[in-house]
């Protein structure tokens, strides 16, 4: 079999806080869970160490608001986050909130 070329984007990586829409303007140290659950209809991104912020698709904030939901951390939702990035907007594969 001989395999000329490959569409198959490799999937990125991102460290940050996982933030709803609506709250990314805040301390994403002191942001909690409860709010960012709350906030769920505004959908989510990440906010990186240099600030930036990037939103998530649809499936991503499902992902995003599944991981919120089960994790026991309440503020400092720290994540990493594995997908592709096209147009501003990550295509999440998995988020991982930190324990």
Request: proline share 0%; glycine share 12%.
């Amino acid at each position: 079999m001989i395999v000329l070329g490959s569409t198959m984007a490799m999937a990125e990586s991102w460290s940050g806080h996982v933030i709803d829409v609506m709250c990314k303007g805040k301390d994403a140290t002191t942001h909690t869970k409860g709010c960012a659950i709350g906030c769920a209809k505004g959908g989510y991104g990440l906010l990186t160490a240099d600030g930036k912020f990037v939103k998530f698709d649809e499936a991503g904030n499902a992902k995003a608001l599944a991981a919120l939901k089960a994790t026991s951390r309440e503020k400092d939702l720290r994540a990493k986050v594995t997908g592709k990035l096209a147009n501003e907007v990550i295509a999440v594969d998995t988020i991982e909130i930190e324990k």
